[in-house]
């Protein structure tokens, strides 16, 4: 069973960063994707990144554009753990964030989810 716990949230002026952290347990970090979701107040659930990696060793990145060249997702298979460091953050980023997993490193749908960490961002 594979198990998400994510860390790091927290409140933070314009501008700032945050960097979350998710600790992936049940699976190793192989044919898979991980990645992380957001849910804003009164909106539906949106990708924000994700990291796949492929079992002859490659991984690809993935963004949604709205966060494209301010956030950054990187992963350690070693320690089975992703992050996603935020910078330039804006009010509009603030949300529950989700880390996510599925056992396919071209996910139609990501199958595990953690409790989510709330980011708040103020103006």
């Known amino acids: 069973q594979v198990q998400l716990a994510e860390s790091g949230g927290g409140l933070v002026q314009a501008g700032g960063s945050l960097r979350l952290s998710c600790a992936v347990s049940?699976?190793?970090?192989?044919?898979?994707?991980v990645g992380w979701f957001r849910q804003a107040p009164g909106k539906e659930r949106e990708f924000v990144a994700a990291?796949?990696?492929?079992?002859?060793?490659?991984?690809?990145?993935n963004y949604a554009d709205s966060v494209k060249g301010r956030f950054t997702i990187s992963g350690d298979n070693t320690k089975n753990t992703v992050s996603l460091q935020m910078n330039s953050l804006k009010p509009e980023d603030t949300a529950v964030y989700y880390c996510?997993?599925?056992?396919?490193?071209?996910?139609?749908?990501?199958?595990?989810w953690g409790q989510g960490t709330q980011v708040t961002v103020s103006s």
């Open positions: 996510v997993f599925a056992p396919s490193p071209r996910p139609i749908d990501y199958d595990y």
């Open positions: 049940g699976r190793t970090f192989s044919n898979c994707a």
């Open positions: 990291t796949s990696w492929f079992s002859w060793g490659v991984s690809t990145t």
